[in-house]
T-cell receptor, first 110, second 113 residues
Framework: GENVEQHPSTLSVQEGDSAVIKCTYS??????FPWYKQELGKGPQLIID?????GEKKDQRIAVTLNKTAKHFSLHITETQPEDSAVYFC?????????FGKGTTLSVSS | DGGITQSPKYLFRKEGQNVTLSCEQN?????MYWYRQDPGQGLRLIYY???????QKGDIAEGYSVSREKKESFPLTVTSAQKNPTAFYLC????????????FGPGTRLTVT
């Protein structure tokens, strides 16, 4: 079946550094790629998404890039802050559903 | 406040009992979804519903059942046939099945002993 691979599984950075999380997907028909942030004990929150007609999208300190040819998409967080510490999930649309990566635990130390 | 509510936040049951998890939304969304989350795993789709009185199985539907009698409500029943029911259950909704943007509730942690 369709799947999405997410790397790394854990990421530790110093406050102010950048963080990059990468995902690879298999469904070439996917056109929608959201990223979710999940804090401990809470539901995932949609933080940014990108559709296949663009290669990059930015929202303040967060950016997402998409390479449809290589079936890669990435999340970039600049100037990280302690409150960015959470689990991040990439996802892509497969048919009428979303498929999720296994998550990246980001730890930002001050 | 508009949003998705799930209750209760924590639920404990004995093995062999059926249990129903509640999910309500006041966003006027047509589509609703149930996911299961296990430690170190992504979200796996259990069931989804695109409109009232209609629902489809996801990847791991065995041992679960749902109903969609009202647009606002999509309860999930974890039956005794589910072999490993202890997990964090998440409900989500989207404007329609084709909008793809899903918004999640706070989740219910079910523990079965």
């Amino acid at each position: 079946g369709e799947n999405v691979e997410q790397h790394p599984s854990t990421l530790s950075v110093q406050e102010g550094d950048s963080a990059v999380i990468k995902c690879t997907y298999s469904d070439s028909a996917s056109n929608y790629f959201p990223w979710y942030k999940q804090e401990l004990g809470k539901g995932p929150q949609l933080i940014i998404d990108i559709r296949s007609n663009v290669g990059e999208k930015k929202d303040q300190r967060i950016a997402v890039t998409l390479n449809k040819t290589a079936k890669h998409f990435s999340l970039h967080i600049t100037e990280t802050q302690p409150e960015d510490s959470a689990v991040y999930f990439c996802s892509n649309q497969a048919g009428t559903a979303l498929i999720f990566g296994k998550g990246t635990t980001l730890s930002v130390s001050s | 406040d508009g949003g998705i509510t799930q209750s209760p936040k924590y639920l404990f049951r004995k093995e062999g009992q059926n249990v129903t998890l509640s999910c309500e939304q006041n966003l006027n969304h047509d589509a609703m979804y149930w996911y299961r989350q296990d430690p170190g795993q992504g979200l796996r789709l259990i069931y989804y519903s695109q409109i009232v009185n209609d629902f489809q199985k996801g990847d791991i539907a065995e041992g679960y059942s749902v109903s969609r009698e009202k647009k606002e409500s999509f309860p999930l029943t974890v039956t005794s046939a589910q072999k490993n029911p202890t997990a964090f259950y998440l409900c989500a909704s989207s404007i329609s099945a084709l909008s793809y943007e899903q918004y999640f509730g706070p989740g219910t942690r079910l523990t079965v002993t």
